[in-house]
Every structure is written in C-alpha cells, then in structure tokens.
C-alpha cells in the first residue's frame, strides 16, 4: 500500500531521510540553510522548502557545443548558436521571481544542461525556450507550485546522458541515483513538443501540457528515449522501488501519454498510482490521443484510479488506453473513456497475468469489477482485457459475474483458458471476442469453457469472433465440421436475424464427369439461405393453407421484428447455437421463433429444433411453419433430382402413392448413385414435405404437399418442410424437429443411418447383394410377376416399374406377358457387347443391338430409354442377368414425357 512521506534529518548519519507519516523526525540546526533542505528531496509528497528569491543557476560551462551566457538581475539569457549545447552547472535552479531563457537555432535544438554539484535543482520561477531544454541532476528536481516552464521540449532526470551518444542524437540515460523528480507547478511544451521525466521515482501533482506532443515518464535505472520513435520510450533496467505517481493532470491531446516503470525485486510492489487526471483527447483535425501506463509483467504493479480520457469530444474517432503490468488494480472509482460524441470509440487494454472478472468492489490482486467493465463500454469505449502468464499465474481469464453492454465491444485475450462463470449478455451493438491458447501458436490444450449454468448472448451472428493460438486464423460464428457448414466459410453461419445461411459440404470421394472432387461444394443456388416461412391467422379450416399473415426470409418479416443469440453450447465450428426471432405481425400476434441449431463433430447433419412461442397479448391462431430453400442446387448442378418419402427401419422409403405423408426429402444431384445428395427430415408428427419450381421459396410453401409431386425430375425448384402448429395462447408454445443433412451420395446410406440414429428412427438393415446372376427365365418370371401385381383397368403399375403418375394407354387392361405385343420383349445381350444402340439390330462389334431406338442401360453405349413402339417396354438381359432401363427400375422417378428432355437438358 502506497503511504506519505516526508524528509527528516538523521543525525546519527549526518544525512536527510525519507520516513513514513507515522515517523519521528529532528530538526538539524538552525543554521542549515532552506535549500540544503530542499536538496534532500527523495520523494514525490516530500515537504517543500523556501529558497532565495534571487537564486539562478551557478557555475555554468560550456563543454560542447557554443552557447553565451549572460545575467541581467534576475533574468538569464543563453545563447546557443549550434543544434547541440552541453552546459556543466555547479548548482541549476530558479528563484521564484527569477527566470532563465533559452535562445536556440531551432525548434529541435537541444541545451543539456548537467548539475555537477551536490544540490537539488528547485525550480520556482520560470525557465523559457524555443527549442528543447534538458535538466540531469543525481541530486533530484523539483518543480514548485510557482514554476512556469515554456518550452519546446524538456528532458528532466536524475539518470546521467552518455555524451557522446547525446551528441550522436541517442538519449540513452542510465545512474543509482533513487532521488525523485517532482512537479507541482505548470509545465508547458510546444504543440507536438515532447515533456520527459526520468528517474527512479517521478511524481506529478500539478499540470503538465503537451498538446499533438508527447508526456513521457520512465521510472527505472537505465531508460532510453526516442522523441522520433515509434518507441518513445523504454525502461531498459530496474530501479529499486521504483515509482511513478500522478495525482494532478497531464494533458497530449492529440498525442501520447507514455508512463512506463520498472522495479528490481522478487517482491510485488507497485509502481504507478495514478488518482489524477490524464487527457489525450482526439483534436479536432483528428489526431486520436493514446495513454500508456505500463508496468513489468514479473512482480509490477500499477493501481488505476482518477481519470484516463482519451475520448473523441469534438469529432474524430476515440483513442486507445492501456494499463500493463503483473497485477493491474482498477478502483471502482476510476473513470476510464475512450468514447466519440460523432464517430467510433477507441479502446482500452487491460493487461495482467491473471485477473478475476467479479460482482463488487475488488481488494485483491488482478480483480476487475464486473460494473466498471459495464459502465465504459456503455459509455462508448471498447475493453479488452488480456493476460501474460507470470511467475505461478497462469495466465487466465475467470469471468466470475455477469456482464451487460449494449454497445463496444468486449475482448478476452487469454494466454491460457477463458472460464465463463458469469453469464455474459451482449444486446443492441454489443459484441464479443475470445482469443485463447495465446501462448503457442496452435493454442494446443487451451479452450474457452461455460460453466455453471452460464450463458452467452449476443444480437447477431456478427457480434461474435474467436481465435485460438498466437498464429491462429481469426473466426466468425461458424457452424463448420469438416463434413458440413453453414456460410462460405469466413462468414458468419448465420444472419442478421439468426437464420442459416447457404448450406455447403465436404466432398474428397465422389468422381463425377471423370473428375475427383476434392473440396467444399454449395447445396442452394447462388449464395441463397435455408429459408423459414411463418404464418398466422386466416383460414385455418384444413391442415395446410397459405391464408392469413405471412412472412419469410426471402421477402422479409415486419418492421420491429428483432433476433439474438445464445451461443454457450458453441465451441471452434460445433455445438449448438440457439436463435430467437421475435416477430410482431400487423393483427397483432407477436410470435418468437426460436431454432436450436446442432452441428457436431464428425456427424453429416445439422438437427434443428424449432419452437414457436406466443409472447404477445392475444392469441394466435392457424399457426404454420416451413423450412427449406427458395432455389435448390446440388454440387454441380440447378436440376437435381428431389423424392418424397419417410425414414423406415429399411432406411429412406420413397411414397408410393400422392396422398402420403411425407416427413423426408432426398434430393439428389444425379441419378445413379454418384454426385452428392440431400436429406431434408422431421421428425415431429405432423410434418409434410413439398416441393415446386423455383425461384421463390413462396412456390413450395404455397403448395399443398399431399398434391406435390412425390418425385421431382431433373428440374430447377425449390422445397420445403411444412407443419402445422396449435393454435397458441398467449404464452402457449409449439414447434417441429428437422434436419438437414448431406454428403456425396456414396455416403448416403450412412449419412441417413446417422440421421436415423440421432432422431430415433432404426436404422436400415445392411443387405449384402451377392456377386451372381440372375438365369434368363428367372429374371423374365420375376419381372412379369411384379408387373401383374396389379390388373385393374385402366391398368396401373406396380410402383418398381413405373411411378404412378404414368399411365400407359397401350396397356390398359392387359396383363404383362414376355412374348405378347404389349408387354415386355425379351432382348439378350452377351457381356461384351457394346456399341451405341441405333436401329438397327446390330451394333459395331457384331453383337445383339437394340432394336426401335432403345437403348441398352449399363450395356455400353448412351443410356437414353424411351417407349417400344411396338410395346411397353424392353427388358434388357445382359450376360444371363435382367437390367431393366431406368425409366423400368423408377431409379429417376421421371414421367415418360419428362425423361428425354431432363437427360439432354431441354426446357421442361
């Protein structure tokens, strides 16, 4: 604890003494001289003394450099002619009506004036100069209430110049001397002019002036100057207890405050106290302040009271404070800004080896009021705090309170781990940042935890960033497993409403168009979100309808709708993120919609819980909600396939009828099993699926999905997942579970037993196909057999041949026979047929070909099947095995008109 002092005699040592308040003290003799007693000054709050009012300096020679000096009564004038001056001075102080001015060539010009002599240099009157003036005096300097400094530049220490570096233009001060520099009076440099304090201990209670310039103090025992710099100052060496104390007012606006000390020592002890006042406001022309109060990051400890301001009051943006050292100690007094009354504010840095972030007032080491952190960001100031692991701290940041703001932004910069025990709430313009692991480049066994029940909530996915490492690559909030992300990958997962942005996926196995594909790959067109649609009120007589109020991320939600974040689940691109939109329709229902997005590691699903809750005054009726995309796109491709169906012990079960239900899509980007694919799932009961043309996402929510085409060709569209929700009294909640999961299409069957898994669906039974052919009559019975399962007229078929929207008049009424015109037509092929089928009945190699144009799947040459002329359909019998063409096996799900125009991309 810093005390007050003051100097006595000590006749048992014949010197003067710096004791405690509580000290006993004895005068020397009468005769002792004031100023003998003045040159015993040790201290910054030492006693004052009174000298002769006719005191100039003494002894005065000029060792390099050409200077005059003449006395006129109490006035003195030195006349420097050369850029540098050294002046020796068997004593250098002021009398309190005297002055001394400096005349020199320019405004960098610089007099070194050194005290040779045992006194200390007492400063009452006034000394003036247009360039710069340095005072070194081992004995200390002390600027009494009535001194008046005007200069360019001053330099006063009690460490010793080396002089030729001082002649070279290097300042580099070293010495043992423990005597103090003290300034009580009003000491003023010229605008961009620099003032310097250095010693071992400095203290200010009056004013110093240093607009556009530079107020610089280095507490320590070799310290090096740099007025040109971008280092103006270091403290190279320790001086034992060192001290840099301000308890009046220091002013650079426009420019820097630099107070920097160092003690020697394993003990802790501090070495800066400011309870005054320090300034370094943004000028007018922009010029933004800056305020330093550094301390060594050992055993240093600075205490941080009174007022640091580096605000922007009249234009401009805010400039930047930092307080440094091994234990940093905030007053809950202290006023810290940085703020701008027109432009952004600026920022303070916190920077200890640990700190504890608690509710109250702090009285230990390295704490931090929870409140003074509130009360400077919302007062416009940013604050990061940040640690330097030291000793036995290891470099932590507990957050044991919560924390408010509205505005700025809070920064955790942790040399080791982040542990939040105190919720942590972030609204309006608010945000935060966590960077963590600081101590290696890779941040390898550090993390940020949440713990006991604390939660983080920000207002929009742009309010977060972390970074883990010191060469880490700085991140938004991204949902990004390696196998599926949300966003480009920079950007934030979700908007400014808290929706999914566009959905993408890993894909390093898939070949498609003799290509291997090795990257991220888009699953909506252009850079379009998942889309969220909700509706009230209107007619709400059946389960689907578009009536009533509507709103939707593609055309927007009403004005007033607002969204925020709860992201303590989320941890480096996995967890669980929770959104809440709140949206006021015009009839007055107010709704909140919140969606729970998972993404965890090593899964290829997203799940999604969405609750939609009354937070209005009145109730709200024929509540509805879809999910799903405006414009669908696959990988590599604006016209996949999509099919309806629902998860099953047996996996995905495409429908097999129009009026089902239908709580699964599968979208694919081709039709053989290669390219990537989608599976777009709820689990909640009364879920529905539909699907249209693009590019609204109004076109699929506005059809009803137990008319929607339970498969989809080739085609441009878009989908969605429909349910109807209850009708909500006020406070009343309900919601729908879904997912969205993809992956290359290889991976599908694996990708859906995941998706089964989590939701609870069991999972399809693996079955294992042996490597064997099927015998010709076999295959032939079997295909007339699953033909003839159904012989109604007009006929229908079964739903493995063709979908059910197809109708065949050339077959109404008959029964499938292999050798009957009509039916199938047997064609059969040897293995190592190949060609392209023409129509003719043979093909280059000499082989069986296809008769009437058909072509033969899988059998060599182009797979485009069409209609027998003659028949229904061919099956193809290759090498003894049945291959049915694709439009047979409903592998495309297209209609029969569709199907040449979606495999040669023609205008449907």
């Given at each position: ?776 009559i076999t295959a032939i019975a079997s295909a007339q057999n699953t033909v003839n399962t159904n012989t109604a007229t007009p006929a229908t078929v ?111």
């Amino acid at each position: 604890m810093n005390r007050f002092y003051r100097v006595v005699w000590n006749a048992s040592k014949g010197v003067w003494q710096a004791v405690t308040e509580l000290g006993k003290g004895q005068g020397k003799t009468k005769g002792m001289r004031a100023l003998r007693r003045a040159a015993a000054v040790t201290l910054g709050l030492a006693s004052l003394s009174v000298m002769a009012a006719d005191v100039l300096p003494t002894g005065g020679n000029v060792v390099a450099g050409n200077a005059a000096i003449s006395q006129s009564g109490s006035a003195m004038t030195i006349n420097q002619t050369t850029n540098k001056a050294v002046i020796d001075w068997q004593s250098f102080s002021v009398g309190q009506n005297n002055s001394v001015t400096f005349i020199q060539p320019t405004a960098t010009s610089v007099a070194l004036n050194r005290v040779l002599g045992t006194d200390v240099s007492l400063i009452q009157g006034r000394i003036s100069a247009n360039g710069i003036v340095a005072i070194e005096n081992p004995n200390g300097i002390l600027f009494t209430q009535t001194a008046q400094v005007n200069v360019g530049g001053l330099i006063a220490s009690t460490l010793k110049f080396s002089l030729p570096d001082f002649m070279n233009g290097e300042y580099k001060l070293a010495g043992a001397s423990s005597n103090a520099i003290v300034n009580q009076g009003n000491i003023t440099v010229a605008n961009g002019g620099t003032a310097a304090f250095v010693a071992a201990k400095i203290s200010n209670t009056g004013n110093v002036t240093a607009n556009g310039g530079n107020v610089l103090m280095g507490a320590g025992s070799v310290v090096t100057l740099d007025l040109g710099g971008p280092v103006k100052l270091e403290v190279k060496q320790a001086a034992i207890d060192a001290l840099i104390e301000n308890g009046g007012a220091i002013k650079a606006d426009g420019g820097l405050v630099y107070l920097r000390a160092h003690a020697a020592g394993e003990l802790a002890t501090t070495v800066i106290n400011n309870t005054g006042v320090i300034e370094a406001h943004t000028l007018a022309t922009g010029e933004k302040g800056q305020i330093y109060l550094i301390g060594d990051m050992q055993n240093d400890r600075i205490a941080v009271g009174g007022k640091l301001d580096a605000s922007a009051p009249v234009g401009g943006d805010g400039g930047f404070i930092e307080t440094s050292a091994a234990d940093v100690a905030v007053a809950d007094n202290a006023h810290v800004t940085a703020a701008s009354a027109q432009g952004k504010g600026g920022a303070w840095l916190i920077d200890p080896s640990n700190i504890t972030i608690q509710a109250g007032s702090c009285t230990g080491t390295n704490c931090l009021s929870a409140g003074t952190i509130e009360t400077t960001l919302n007062g416009g100031t940013d604050v990061a705090i940040a640690t330097v692991a030291a000793g036995s701290e290891a470099g932590d940041i507990n957050v044991n309170a919560p924390i408010s703001w509205n505005k700025n932004k809070l920064s955790l910069i942790a040399h080791n781990n982040i542990n939040i025990n105190g919720t942590l709430t972030a609204t309006g313009t608010g945000s935060l940042a966590f960077a963590y692991g600081q101590a290696t480049a890779d941040g390898a066994g550090s993390s940020y935890n949440v713990n006991n029940g604390a939660k983080i909530y920000i207002p929009s996915g742009g309010a977060f960033r972390w970074l883990k490492g010191s060469e880490g690559t700085v991140k938004n909030l991204v949902l990004d497993n390696g196998l599926l992300r949300f966003g480009n990958g920079t950007q934030t997962s979700l908007d400014s409403l808290g929706q999914l942005e566009q959905p993408f996926y890993f894909d390093d196995v898939s070949i498609v168009n003799g290509q291997q594909r090795n990257g991220w790959y888009k699953l909506t067109f252009s850079n379009y979100p998942l889309d969220l649609q909700l509706a009230t009120g209107g007619d709400g007589t059946s389960s689907w309808n578009v009536n009533g109020q509507i709103a939707n991320t593609q055309d927007g939600f009403p004005q007033g709708t607002t969204s925020s974040l709860e992201i303590s689940g989320y941890k480096e691109g996995v967890g669980s993120i929770a959104s809440n939109l709140r949206i006021a329709f015009a009839d007055g229902e107010v709704l909140n919609v919140a969606n729970t997005y998972t993404l965890n590691a090593g899964q290829s699903f997203l799940k999604t819980d969405t609750t939609v809750t009354n937070v209005g005054t009145i109730a709200a009726s024929n509540v509805r909600l879809w999910v799903g995309t405006r414009d669908d796109f696959v990988a590599g491709t604006d016209q996949p396939f999509k099919y309806k169906g629902n998860l099953t012990s047996n996996g995905f079960e495409q429908l097999t009828s129009q009026n089902e239900q239908s709580k699964a899509l599968k979208i694919t980007e081709l039709n053989d099993g290669q390219g990537a694919a989608i599976l777009f799932y709820s689990t909640s009961p009364g879920a529905d699926t539909s699907v249209n043309y693009c590019c609204s996402f109004e076109n699929a929510t506005g059809t009803d999905p137990r008319s929607s085409p339970i498969t989809e060709p080739a085609r441009d569209g878009s989908y969605a997942l429909f349910m109807r929700l209850a009708n909500l009294g006020v406070g009343q909640s309900d919601g729908m579970t879904w997912y969205y999961a993809a992956g290359p299409a290889a991976r599908l069957d694996s990708i859906v037993g995941q998706v089964s898994a989590s939701a609870g669906t069991p999972p399809a039974p693996i079955v294992v196909v042996p490597n064997t052919t099927t015998p010709v009559i076999t295959a032939i019975a079997s295909a007339q057999n699953t033909v003839n399962t159904n012989t109604a007229t007009p006929a229908t078929v079964n739903s493995n041949i063709l979908p059910p929207p197809f109708v065949a008049p050339e077959i109404a009424g008959k029964t499938m026979n292999v050798d009957t015109s009509g039916g199938l037509r047997l064609v059969s092929l040897d293995t190592g047929t190949s060609g392209t089928p023409g129509n003719g009945n043979s093909n280059a190699n000499g082989g069986s070909g296809a008769a009437d144009g058909a072509s033969v799947p899988n059998a060599g040459g182009t797979n485009q099947a069409g209609l027998d002329p003659s028949g229904f359909m061919k099956v193809f019998v290759v090498g003894g095995g049945v291959s049915l063409p694709d439009v047979a096996m409903n592998n495309q799900g297209v209609q029969i008109e569709d199907l040449n125009k979606a495999q040669k991309g023609a205008p449907r």
